[in-house]
């Protein structure tokens, strides 16, 4: 993982923890330089990261300032890390309802961008908060981007098992969201009637260099969970 998305992850987990509340703002670039040990380049790339993601916005001359923005109850659609790094490690538990090896069908292959038949890890699981469901997750990774997906890791971030542990570098995902209506199977899971509203969340994550590596969806509590999106003029 390049530095700069190295150092944008602590400063989120630090605004995220409440360390910067007190005070508005974060350091300035020469301070956030000198914690880091790094140019001024790099933190500056950081902060860039952090304003895209609507964390902080900056002040010619004042600052950067925290967004007012409550991010433990809106699923910030701005972050490719999503849902999990903004919810208290407490309160959400995640429950695997199936993690098996299958083979790319055409559909897959051509979603995938990769050969059909090539082995596919599929995933299904679903996401707790306070101890009730608010999302049904199914996700699939490339076996040749990702060689081994275990429930362990199913279980936790994933997110992190590919950025800390098999060092690779997310570039960017791409979200499409519509409204439909519940499957009587996620209505189960989610606790609410067939045929109830739900938001469906489909999307595709990259590496920095372009090769997917993940399609997913997830089918939303339409009760329990919001999405937030930040948006910044072109000029």
């Known amino acids: 993982m390049a530095k700069y998305h190295e150092i944008s992850t602590e400063l989120i987990k630090e605004i995220v923890d409440g360390k910067y509340s007190g005070q508005g703002k974060l350091p300035t670039e020469k301070e956030l330089s000198e914690h880091f040990d790094t140019s001024r380049n790099t933190i500056r790339s950081a902060i860039n ?46 429950k695997i309802l ?3 090896l299958i083979q790319a069908d055409q559909r897959l292959a051509s979603e995938l961008n990769c050969d059909v038949g090539e082995a ?11 101890n009730e469901p608010v999302r049904v997750e199914q996700s699939y990774y ?3 981007v990702v060689p081994y997906l275990g429930r362990e890791i199913a279980e936790a971030s994933i997110y992190d098992y590919l950025t800390q542990n098999l060092k690779l570098q997310i570039g960017f995902a791409d979200r499409k969201i519509c409204a439909d209506y519940l499957a009587k199977e996620d209505a189960e899971l989610l606790g ?7 938001l469906v969340v489909k999307e595709k994550t990259y590496l920095s260099n372009g090769q997917i590596v993940n399609l997913g969806e997830a089918v939303l ?6 999405l937030f999106s930040s948006a910044k003029s072109s000029e």
């Open 49 to 94: 990261l952090l304003t895209d993601e609507g964390y902080v916005y900056k002040v010619q001359g004042s600052g950067i300032y925290l967004r007012p923005v409550n991010f433990d109850e809106s699923t910030n659609l701005n972050l490719i890390k999503g849902f999990s790094s903004e919810q208290q490690s407490e309160t959400s538990k995640i």
């Open 120 to 130: 596919l890890y599929y995933l299904r699981r679903i996401r707790y908060v306070n």
């Open 192 to 198: 609410l009637a067939e045929n109830d509203p739900a």
């Open 142 to 144: 490339r076996q040749e």
């Open 221 to 226: 509590h339409f009760q329990k969970i919001s």
């Open 98 to 100: 199936k993690l098996e």
